[in-house]
């Protein structure tokens, strides 16, 4: 009772607030809008409610009557989706459709470039064009909040700046290539356990911060045609029917001028969710057919309201120009262009966490080098739940290893454990035993066979990590731990052969605590995509630099991460402060750990760390991570200095402009990501201790030199005023924080804002 007083309260006071705001974008899509009035005015009821629900699994209706061609919609966001079924799961089982895999959110992230992630958008909707699709379902943009979360893989990184940037150029890439974006998923989809019923709790300031950012960036700065409301709760209404995150802060505040689709099977209601600004029901009509006709003629919904739905349909409509039947389905396999793009990402994505004069591998005496580990051969564009890609191939980090070394090494190959496979369905008591005993059996023998062939190797390739079957959608790792006991094994080859470079093919954080120590070199080569094998060989063999950056921070211990330090995750806390100025009573909950653990609703996720996600709660809380948010080395070193900045005091409209020299003091061409956080001196509310708010990847030749300059607006560091609901500047000093990760703060200079 007391929880639905606070829901009830949060939507009002918000409601409120989204009234007040002034619209910031102007979406080129109302361009149509006359046209449009033409075709509404000859269109039935009946015809307008056809197109806000599923005519098929992918497809929603048109009006063929009036030439208006059906919408196609293909999964996103890492290869186009494989040709399904009308109307169920399965795919067609046809040969032409192989798409390319590009490297998943989180690789495409640690590459820290927007110019890249501009061209993968070209690359995706090329592929879509090729299979005739109006509109990706993607890219998927959530916040990483929880180390553990199911679709880590997918989303793109624990900062919202980062996040923004390429969530942005991604939307660019696609749409100037003439298919519509998808945002998902529209909002706080941060975790894939309960991700159906778990209601996210949450105060305006975090989520406006951190989680909507890169949403409203892809729609502001990139004009986002589409978006997809998400599974869960936000603040007590579901995401389809959510008032606040639709109409009122996309739609009136944003100036968003598309259509929401929901997530499939995420629709829970007809006039609310109608009225609360939904486009499309998928993939069925249970609430958007007869019962919206229904209930326009009972008058419990205006057509008006119809008409503006379809209204932004059409716009997206007529946007996207349908593939003449003549031109599609010609060629619509992976093609090479699209290739280049994906092995260009997965070059740049490749994260070097540890070299002790280890790599580039040194090859001149023909080594024998033993390649351990399942991850060697698995294939990452499928597995598990949800969409993969029918790659046309995908090269494994051993036929990687194999294309580039070719008779340079000896290579050997074993494969260490039993890798983790997703598989459908429940199974008795007696398959699970029976299938334990086995497994147990097939993994002695394999750690056997690794340690003989460990023993007599000069240098050891474990390739390891998480897979597709561990990482899934629709639910979320129980831990961070090396599955499969790759930790155990790694042990046991260390006691017979200490030379080892350990390569995680994994999409999400990993526990290092036994792997560090254990491995000479160590790198995150991510879930790569369809020349993930051969990218990753470059880098190992030195054909080029690793040049990646972790985006997400990898913590010590899972539990040291803050929505597991609050229990936030999947229930938790609601401490009495976060909603203080939202509801008048917030006495409620505040309980030790323990209690909260048993006793909540394990549908309601408090997110009671507000805005400290990610580096932002390790920074501010002291923590020590395992590796920091923007960390990687490369084959060489670098030089920062002489941080300059073109003014001391800044206006609420200009831009602070950083420069710096960064010279290139090693002996490899390389890439470095250059980071600038900023640190508030003496501000008036509360703030993390740093956040990131520019960054460049900057390339250099041995020996050379160049002066970089970060502009950061200060309109770019406003906040969220809770009480006023609106964007305000705090006008403090700042220290500027130059460095290489946000562990690695190299250079300092502090400046005033006026
Ligand atoms: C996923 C979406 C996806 C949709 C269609 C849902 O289960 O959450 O990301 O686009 O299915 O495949």
């Given at each position: 009772m007391k929880l639905k007083k606070i829901f009830m309260l949060t939507a009002l006071v918000t409601i409120l607030a989204g009234f007040a705001k002034a619209q910031t974008h102007k979406s080129a899509l109302l361009q149509y809008d006359k046209q449009i009035d033409g075709i509404l005015s000859q269109m039935t009821l009946e015809e307008k409610v056809n197109m806000l629900h599923a005519k098929h699994m992918f497809i929603s209706a048109g009006v063929e009557r009036l030439g208006i061609a059906d919408m196609l919609y293909a999964d996103g966001p890492f290869g186009i989706r494989e040709e399904m079924q009308p109307d169920s799961w399965a795919g067609l089982g046809w040969e032409n459709d192989k798409a390319t895999f590009f490297p998943t959110g989180s690789a495409l992230a640690a590459t820290w470039s927007p110019e890249l992630a501009y061209k993968y958008g070209t690359g995706m909707a090329k592929e879509a064009r090729l299979r005739g699709k109006d509109m990706l379902l993607g890219p998927a943009i959530n916040i990483q909040r929880i180390p553990t979360g199911g679709r880590t893989y997918e989303y793109l990184s624990e900062d919202p700046y980062l996040s923004s940037l390429l969530s942005v150029q991604y939307t660019k890439g696609v749409q100037d290539n003439g298919v519509a974006v998808c945002l998902k998923h529209y909002a706080l989809n941060n975790q894939e356990n309960n991700r159906g019923t778990v209601n996210v709790i949450i105060g305006e300031r975090a989520m406006r911060e951190i989680y909507l950012s890169p949403f409203r960036a892809a729609v502001e700065e990139a004009d986002a045609y589409g978006i997809m409301p998400a599974y869960n709760k936000v603040n007590g209404f579901w995401c389809a029917e959510n008032d606040i995150l639709l109409n009122q802060i996309l739609r009136k505040e944003w100036g968003f001028g598309g259509m929401a689709i929901s997530d499939w099977g995420g629709t829970h209601s007809t006039v609310g969710s109608l009225n609360a600004g939904l486009n499309v029901e998928m993939p069925?009509?249970?609430?958007?057919g007869q019962a919206l006709i229904d209930s326009v003629i009972a008058g419990k919904v205006a057509e008006e309201v119809v008409n503006q739905r379809v209204r932004e349909i059409l716009r997206v409509r007529l946007a996207i120009k349908p593939i003449p039947a003549n031109e599609a389905n010609k060629e619509m396999t992976s093609q090479p262009r699209q290739q280049k793009i994906a092995y260009e990402v997965a070059c740049k994505s490749i994260v070097l966490l540890k070299n002790e004069d280890t790599l580039p591998l040194k090859l001149k005496n023909k080594p024998v080098i033993a390649v351990i580990g399942a991850n060697a051969m698995q294939i990452m564009g499928s597995g598990g739940l949800g969409a993969g890609v029918k790659t046309l191939y995908e090269v494994t980090p051993l036929e990687g290893l194999k294309n580039r070394i070719g008779d340079k090494a000896e290579i050997v190959y074993a494969q260490g454990y039993v890798p983790v496979v997703f598989t459908w369905g429940r199974k008795s008591p007696e398959q699970l035993e029976k299938e334990a005993n086995e497994k147990e059996i097939k993994s002695a023998e394999l750690s056997k066979e690794a340690l003989e062939v460990a023993a007599k190797a000069d240098i050891i390739l474990f390739i390891g990590g998480n897979n597709r079957s561990v990482e899934t959608e629709g639910s979320d790792r129980k831990d961070i731990f090396l599955p499969s006991g790759q930790d155990e094994l790694i042990k046991k080859i260390a006691a017979v052969n200490p030379n080892i470079v350990t390569v995680l093919t994994s999409g999400a954080p990993n526990d290092l605590n036994v792997v560090k120590p254990l491995s000479k070199a160590l790198l995150i080569s991510w879930f790569n995509g369809t020349e993930g094998g051969n990218a990753l060989a470059d880098v190992l063999v030195g054909n080029i630099s690793p040049s990646g950056r972790l985006p997400f921070t990898l913590p010590v211990k899972l539990e040291d991460s803050p929505a597991y330090a609050l229990g936030n995750y999947p229930q938790g806390v609601k401490k009495a402060d976060v909603f203080a100025n939202l509801v008048?009573?917030?006495?409620t909950v505040d309980k030790p750990k323990d209690e909260t653990a048993k006793g909540n609703d394990p549908n309601t996720a408090y997110y009671s760390e507000e805005s400290l996600v990610g580096y932002r709660w390790f920074d501010t809380k002291k923590l020590p991570v395992m590796y920091p948010f923007g960390y990687g080395l490369t084959y060489t070193t670098f030089e920062y200095k002489n941080l300059k900045t073109d003014k001391a005091k800044y206006g609420k409209n200009d831009v602070i402009a950083v420069s710096f020299d960064l010279k290139n003091t090693g002996k490899m061409a390389a890439d470095e990501v250059v980071q600038a956080y900023i640190h508030r001196i003496n501000p008036s509310v509360e703030w993390p201790e740093k956040e990131l708010k520019a960054f460049s990847r900057v390339a250099l030749n041995p020996g050379e030199s160049k002066t970089v300059t970060l502009e950061i607006p200060v309109k770019n560091l406003q906040y969220w005023n809770e009480k006023k609901h609106a964007w305000e500047d705090d006008l403090c000093n700042l220290e500027l924080q130059v460095g290489a990760s946000a562990g690695d703060v190299i250079l300092k200079k502090e400046v005033g804002l006026k």
């Open positions: 069925t009509k249970q609430f958007m008048a009573e917030t006495e």
